[in-house]
């Protein structure tokens, strides 16, 4: 079983919770999810502030229905976890980056190990989070996941830092942040340590918000999912126009140029003059916009075109001195 885990950038969850809520993630790919020798559990994130948002949101107290349920095995022990309710008395603050399940002398099972299974966290909103464990372990890791409307689309991107078994991931979306469909799927890389780039053009989205989510398959069938992202759409095309400024350069040596109807993706700018000849390239990654230098640029018209893989728009400006 595998699951996706966010480690860097800050995501949006519906319903009031403005931070998502990652799974155990165990520093980057160190055992996540484990039982002590005296049978204690441990759940282990990068950072304090992940524990602490997790723990923070979590509906847990007399309520039969608990915050955290565990499904699996405990490694070690082959012992089966089915359906174990952590109730309120079990649960201990987090300690910095980690809060442990059981931390008086009643172990929760007998010997130490690993946890193959899933956990399963349900919030305050409702909403809930399951995180799938092979070996205490999560082998996906996102390092982003973003989604952000282009001129006339929405488009998706995604990077993983490792992947294990990772057979393809599906894009979903949903209009109501609850209820989503699938819209498209990018294959894995299976089995990798290296940074991997994906990403999706979403052709008809609606207008308002909207909710996506990353459904990640193994090549066993298992399935797990990301925490959700969301961004509004206006459905205005902008035709292939680029927001530059200012057209006429004359007392600067810089020239703005507004990125935000384009992927957060790789974007390619290119400059030329009116005889065809490139006369600079730019590489920009994701920002909303750019300070382009013009200082050694000559007086005259220019023509700056600017694709991010999925749409190509144009503008013009002059170096007057």
């Known amino acids: 079983m595998k699951k996706i885990t966010l480690l860097l950038g800050v995501l949006f969850l519906f319903a009031g919770i403005s931070t998502a809520q990652d799974c ?18 441990y759940m282990e994130w990068g950072t304090n502030a992940q524990a602490s948002q997790v723990y923070s949101n979590l509906t847990i107290g007399a309520n039969p229905l608990a915050g955290i349920v565990l499904n699996g095995t405990a490694n070690g022990t082959g012992a089966a976890i089915n359906n174990f309710q952590i109730l309120d008395e079990d649960l201990t603050n987090p300690s910095g980056n980690q809060f442990r399940i059981r931390s008086d002398d009643t172990p929760l099972f007998a010997n130490g190990g690993t946890f193959t299974g899933t956990i399963t966290y349900t919030f305050q909103n ?23 409307p282009a001129s006339k689309s929405v488009m998706i991107n995604w990077r993983t830092t490792a992947e294990l078994n990772n057979d393809y991931m599906a894009v979903e979306r949903s209009a109501d942040g609850r209820t989503f469909q699938e819209i498209g799927r990018q294959l894995g890389a299976g089995y990798s340590v290296s940074l991997q780039e994906y990403k999706l053009e979403d052709t008809n989205p609606a207008r308002g918000t909207n909710y996506y989510r990353l459904r990640q398959v193994d090549f066993d069938g298992t399935e797990s999912y990301s925490h959700i992202v969301q961004t509004s759409f206006d459905g205005k095309s902008h035709n292939g126009q680029l927001d530059i400024y200012p057209t006429a350069i004359t007392g600067s040596d810089e020239l703005t140029v507004d990125l935000s109807a384009f992927s957060a993706g790789d974007i390619q700018l290119e400059i030329y003059n009116m005889n065809g000849q490139l006369v600079q390239e730019y590489q ?3 920002s909303e916009k750019i300070v382009l230098p013009v200082t050694d640029f000559e007086k005259g018209f220019y023509v700056l075109k600017v694709a991010d893989g999925y749409h190509t728009a144009i503008g013009r400006f002059m170096k007057v001195h």
């Open 126 to 148: 409702g909403t809930t989070l399951v995180c799938s464990f092979a070996d205490g372990v999560l082998p996906i890791t996102l390092s982003e996941f973003s989604a952000k």
């Open 284 to 286: 920009s990654y994701g």
């Open 24 to 41: 155990p993630d165990g520093n980057a790919g160190n055992t996540s999810v484990r039982f002590t020798g005296l049978g204690k559990l």
